[in-house]
């Protein structure tokens, strides 16, 4: 029994595809087949039902899975000892996150970790929330990056990045010349909403309840990449996370307006089990992430009238936004985070809801 084919067996499994198990261990779609026909052929019997879509293991395959899982996860913990006997990062991170963390920015992310330590891999597979959350404490994935993180049970979670949240309004809309705006003015406008079992639409409901504004919810959607499309159409005004709609300000397409009386944020943490080993990769992959963005991320970009102005030719400011205690602070430069299928859908972070173990394929 060759481990690689334990191994390429187990992420076939966790990723639910031969294909996505064969690119992570960049093998073919046939040779990872072949791997899990191999062993079926060792131990004489079906570890995988193949006729139904998608696949199920079979009774023998769960119980070799969890048998393989616990065989990696040795090997793989033992291969950390001794890397930290030689002060060398190796080895893989495998990391759920939510869509809208954004596959421009995590990418950045990435590359920037793998040229630090080139021995270290980084495999980010996107999910719900409650996904996130599950497969961390299942010990499928080393660390989870959700919004509006916190501690359940055995997960702890870290504060990585607070997101200022804007208004989002069509290029022709009457606030769309604004270069902020008094979230008073919002009273009675039309507005797309996120669905009300979401904690980030009872988080935005909570604020504008808070400063005496009632908006009229025309539509609504359990992802950002819907709302977005509504705002596009001229259905009406949106407040989301800055950073998830960078790519359409840049394009022209959308218009993001910051609060002149208000400072509203989106969290997003790191989070992870509360007494799991952290292999050295993972916890220089933490550190990594933190120094690069220690609370605030999204570009500067031009909102308002000054969107307008760029394309007249005329210099923009940045967007500023405060932290809670009132501090100014600038917003870093980054990667694009909206380039991705983003979504705020969710229960304890407010990104989603889905059945345990559905894998999301689609654009979402």
């Known amino acids: ?93 495998h990391i759920a996150a939510i869509y809208s963390v954004g596959f421009l920015q995590m ?62 309004v069509h290029p022709q ?6 270069t902020s705006i008094s979230v008073k003015k919002l009273d009675g406008e039309p507005f797309v909403g996120f669905t009300s079992d979401l904690t980030i639409r009872k988080e935005i409901d909570r604020w504008l ?53 208000v400072q509203w944020l989106r969290p997003l943490g790191v989070i992870h089990k509360r007494q799991e080993h952290l292999s050295n990769a993972t916890q220089k992959f933490i550190e990594y992430l933190l120094s690069q963005c220690p609370t605030c991320v999204g570009d500067v970009l031009p909102t308002g009238n000054e969107h307008n102005r760029k394309h007249e030719g005329s210099a923009t400011r940045a967007v500023s936004g405060a932290n809670p205690e009132g501090k100014s602070k600038s917003i870093e430069e980054t990667s694009d985070a909206a380039a991705s299928p983003s979504s705020d859908t969710g229960t304890a972070d407010g990104e989603g809801n889905s059945r345990r173990k559905k894998r999301q394929t689609h654009l979402i």
């Not at 079906?46 to 079979?58: A, C, G, H, M």
């Not at 993180?149 to 208004?167: A, K, N, T, Y």
């Not at 919810?217 to 819907?226: A, K, L, S, T």
């Open 173 to 178: 809309h009457k606030f769309a010349r604004e």
């Open 209 to 261: 309840k808070k400063s005496r504004v009632s908006v009229q919810i025309v539509h609504e959607f359990d992802n950002i990449e819907n709302i977005k499309r509504a705002i596009e159409v001229g259905t009406g005004g949106a407040i989301l996370p800055q950073p998830t709609i960078e790519r359409e300000v840049r394009s022209g397409s959308l218009v993001a307006i910051p609060f002149s009386d």
């Open 1 to 93: 029994m060759h481990l690689k084919f334990v191994e390429l067996f187990c992420d076939v499994v966790q990723y639910r595809s031969f294909s996505k198990a064969a690119a992570a261990h960049n093998v073919s779609q046939s040779a990872a087949s072949q791997a899990v026909n191999l062993l079926e052929k060792h131990l004489e019997t079906k570890l995988i039902d193949r006729s139904v879509r998608p696949f199920e293991l079979t009774p023998a395959g769960e119980v070799y899975y969890e048998g393989c899982r616990e065989i990696v996860e040795s090997v793989h913990s033992l291969e950390d000892r001794i890397h930290k006997l030689r002060d060398k990062v190796a080895g893989v991170v």
């Open 107 to 168: 990418d950045a992310y990435i590359k920037g970790f793998s040229e630090r330590y080139r021995d270290a891999k980084v495999r980010v597979e996107y999910r719900h929330p409650e996904e996130v959350y599950q497969e961390v404490l299942d010990g499928e994935a080393d660390l989870g990056l959700v919004s509006f993180p916190r501690d359940r049970g055995e997960i702890v979670s870290r504060p990585w990045q607070d997101q200022p949240m804007v208004l989002v």
